[in-house]
């Protein structure tokens, strides 16, 4: 892979990475159409990353579907899938990590401890390895996608981070490898976690500059519906995600939110 990177921006092309943890969805294959329409080489990476994990969480459940994923990619266009094995990400027990610090730390950070540690280090060996122009990152993630552009611009890499905007079920839901594991009464359930962003933003709409209001709001939508229990909603700057004292065009909305044993996290820009 590094070898074919290197003769391929020899010969002046330009390579996009969609680095993913493969269980395909059209989420992913909107980022490959926005990399086909942008680079001349398309990379989608295949690779569930132990690091970013913790010790009670899924890594061993996480969905897999390789062949599934392999015809995904031919049918959408992608020149190359990289989907490297543990042992060669990380030959040895990991000792070296790439930390950001600060925003690592907050909402998902607070409640993942070394998550963002696991996924800054996984994505600047893919960036060193794939040696893409661009990189593609959804939105859904987001706070993954600030932590990646802090990373790149901390560590001067080569590399431009595009974020597109999440693609969501026909109810709202944002696509998710992970919605795979709701049951039906989840599933059903799960479209209000897109319900409680947009009550929130209707109620800013309308006047509401109290960011608490907004919260309120977000928590009164979400524990209507049984069996969703909260981990967070939050009010911040796009940049920093620092909270915000007064609601403001150019802020996130943030929810992350329980269904049994199955964890969602999803976000709002406003506008």
Same mark, same amino acid.
């Given at each position: 892979?590094?070898?074919?990177?290197?003769? =391929? +921006?020899?010969? !002046?092309?330009?390579i996009?990475?969609?680095?993913?943890?493969?269980?395909?969805?059209? !989420?992913h294959l909107?980022?490959?159409r926005?990399?086909?329409h942008?680079?001349?080489?398309?990379?989608?990476?295949?690779?569930?990353?132990?690091?970013?994990?913790?010790?009670?969480e899924?890594?061993?459940?996480?969905?897999?579907?390789?062949?599934?994923? +392999?015809?995904?990619?031919?049918?959408?266009g992608?020149?190359i899938?990289?989907?490297?094995?543990?042992?060669?990400?990380?030959?040895?027990?990991?000792?070296?990590?790439?930390?950001?610090?600060?925003?690592?730390?907050i909402?998902?950070g607070?409640?993942?401890?070394?998550h963002?540690?696991?996924?800054?280090?996984v994505?600047?060996?893919l960036?060193?390895?794939?040696?893409?122009n661009?990189?593609?990152?959804?939105?859904?993630?987001?706070?993954?996608? %600030?932590?990646?552009?802090?990373?790149?611009?901390?560590?001067?890499?080569?590399?431009?981070?595009i974020v597109?905007?999440t %693609?969501?079920?026909?109810?709202?839901?944002a696509?998710?490898?992970?919605?795979?594991? =709701?049951?039906?009464?989840?599933?059903?359930?799960?479209?209000?976690?897109?319900?409680?962003?947009?009550?929130?933003?209707?109620?800013?709409?309308?006047?509401?500059?109290?960011p608490e209001?907004?919260?309120?709001?977000?928590?009164? %939508?979400?524990?209507?519906?049984?069996?969703?229990g909260?981990?967070?909603?939050?009010?911040?700057?796009?940049?920093?995600?620092?909270?915000?004292?007064?609601?403001?065009d150019?802020?996130?909305? =943030?929810?992350?939110?329980r269904?049994?044993?199955? +964890?969602?996290?999803?976000?709002?820009l406003?506008?």
């Open positions: 892979m590094q070898s074919f990177s290197e003769l =391929l +921006r020899k010969q !002046g092309k330009a996009g990475l969609v680095p993913t943890m493969g269980f395909l969805h059209e !989420g909107s980022l490959v926005d990399a086909r942008a680079c001349d080489i398309v990379v989608v990476s295949i690779f569930v990353n132990p690091t970013q994990f913790g010790p009670n899924d890594l061993s459940r996480y969905p897999r579907d390789i062949e599934g994923d +392999r015809k995904k990619c031919g049918s959408s992608v020149d899938l990289f989907m490297p094995a543990d042992k060669e990400m990380y030959p040895e027990k990991p000792t070296v990590f790439v930390t950001v610090e600060g925003i690592s730390d909402l998902e607070e409640i993942r401890p070394g963002f540690r696991g996924v800054a280090t994505v600047a060996k960036l060193h390895i794939v040696k893409p661009k990189a593609f990152f959804g939105q859904k993630d987001f706070q993954q996608c %600030v932590v990646i552009k802090r990373m790149v611009k901390g560590l001067n890499m080569d590399v431009d981070i597109r905007p %693609v969501r079920e026909p109810d709202g839901l696509m998710s490898s992970r919605n795979s594991y =709701l049951k039906a009464d989840e599933r059903h359930a799960a479209a209000v976690l897109y319900r409680a962003l947009f009550a929130a933003r209707d109620l800013y709409t309308a006047g509401a500059k109290e209001k907004l919260k309120q709001k977000m928590r009164a %939508v979400i524990l209507a519906e049984q069996g969703v909260i981990d967070y909603v939050e009010v911040a700057d796009p940049e920093t995600l620092a909270p915000l004292d007064t609601a403001r150019n802020m996130i909305l =943030l929810v992350a939110a269904l049994g044993k199955t +964890r969602l996290i999803d976000n709002l406003i506008p």
